[in-house]
């Protein structure tokens, strides 16, 4: 099924190339029935009652590319359980909520969220390529009447851009929604024209999975647009060592040419990634291509994601074992996303008096430095 907004989509680029090399491909072929998906794996009775259920509930679709990358028998695959429905997402869930975050309080206009002192997020796009059974912003991405937007979503950039003119005090702003990306290179072109015309915005990140779901978006073009907007900084979600393909790897050395930094942003998934040598796996192989890992999410309680959050104390033990036993930058900070912002969870490794402090290594064991003798 091709949406409306994938033509236009489509119709806005320039991308000469067909086939599985051109993301047009993966836009125009994406996977959203049954009978499609059935061409990449056996679905299990399970998956396709969750399927049906998800029927004007949630959003799914799955690019060929990412499809690829599943097992085609087993059910477990971590591939698999981020991209097709679960039954488990119909599951009331106690203490889980459609916006655990806290967005929906900080919404300033229709796209920006304002929540920290210098820096704000603008969600520029619902759509993704593959959407995330995780993702934290289902409540956004499953509005299929487009009233987030108050029905606007084809223009009317003007209030966000107007709100960031008159907000002296924000020198970051975030893109992000939905994929940015999933909106072409022209459209991209005229949101960061318009923000790089206000002078007291410092800095431009673009939050985008493309690298990971659909690697082709990645282009010579689109790099050679946000090229001109520097500083500007692409933030990605590899959850699992298998996303890290040639395609992916070549995506993230292209926006590095072009002087972007990649950085990642995991969410700790049950199942999926929440062991030690699979994360360990996923953050050495990510600075080998050069993305440094930046946070760790721990996964939010929101509706429709509940089963796959894990316990603290497991995302804690996943830091121990990387702290001092890898390259320190190969190593995320652990947060947790609520309605005060994003809360560090790495434990303690201190304890302290007016006179000295007690200092725990990675390997526990621990030591006593004096604080200097001022008198
Ligand atoms: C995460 C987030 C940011 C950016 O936070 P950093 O810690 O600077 O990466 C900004 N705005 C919102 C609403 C966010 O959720
Ligand atoms: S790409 Fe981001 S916004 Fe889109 S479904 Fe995945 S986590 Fe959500």
């Known amino acids: 099924m091709v949406e409306r907004n994938d033509r236009e989509l489509l119709r806005a680029s320039s991308n000469a190339g067909e086939g599985w090399a051109s993301w047009r491909y993966h836009i125009e072929f994406s996977i959203s029935t049954l009978e499609q998906l059935r061409e990449w794996i056996d679905v299990t009775p399970s998956e396709e009652d969750a399927i049906r259920t998800c029927e004007g509930k949630y959003r799914w679709r799955i690019t060929p590319y990412y499809a690829s990358l599943m097992d085609r028998s087993d059910e ?130 673009i939050g985008s999975r493309c690298p990971v779901v659909l690697p082709q978006r990645v282009t010579p073009e689109l790099c050679a647009v946000l090229e001109r907007y520097h500083p500007l900084f692409f933030v990605t979600q590899f959850n699992h060592p298998s996303e890290i393909t040639s395609w992916a790897a070549e995506a993230c050395e292209m926006l590095l040419k072009h002087g972007i930094p990649v950085l990642n942003q995991s969410v700790l998934l049950k199942g999926i990634n929440d062991s030690l040598i699979t994360m360990k796996t996923l953050v050495t192989r990510l600075v080998s291509i050069r993305v440094l890992p930046y946070y ?19 995302g804690r033990a996943i830091i121990d074992g990387l702290v001092g036993y890898t390259t320190g930058f190969a190593v995320p900070k652990y947060v947790v996303t609520t309605k005060l912002g994003k809360i560090p969870l790495s434990r303690d490794y201190t304890s302290c008096n007016a006179a000295s402090l007690t200092l725990t290594n990675y390997e526990g064991k621990e030591i006593t430095i004096q604080a200097p003798d001022h008198d």
Do not use: W
């Open 76 to 205: 477990n695959c971590p591939i698999r359980k981020q991209a097709v429905p679960s039954t488990l997402e119909f599951k009331e869930c106690l203490g889980s909520h459609v916006d655990p975050v806290g967005d929906i309080d900080n919404r300033k206009t229709a796209r920006i969220i304002h929540k920290y002192p210098d820096r704000v997020a603008m969600l520029v796009s619902d759509r993704c390529p593959v959407y995330c059974r995780h993702c934290t912003r289902k409540y956004h991405t499953m509005d299929f009447s487009g009233t987030y937007y108050e029905n606007n979503k084809y223009g009317g950039f003007e209030r966000d851009i107007a709100y960031l003119h008159s907000h002296s005090e924000v020198r970051d702003v975030l893109l992000t929604g939905g994929d940015p990306l999933i909106l072409s290179d022209s459209a991209i072109d005229r949101i960061l024209t318009a923000i790089r015309r206000i002078k007291h915005i410092e800095i431009i990140r």
């Open 296 to 314: 760790l999410y721990h996964c939010d309680n929101a509706v429709g994601v509940s089963h796959f959050v894990t316990n603290i104390q497991e």
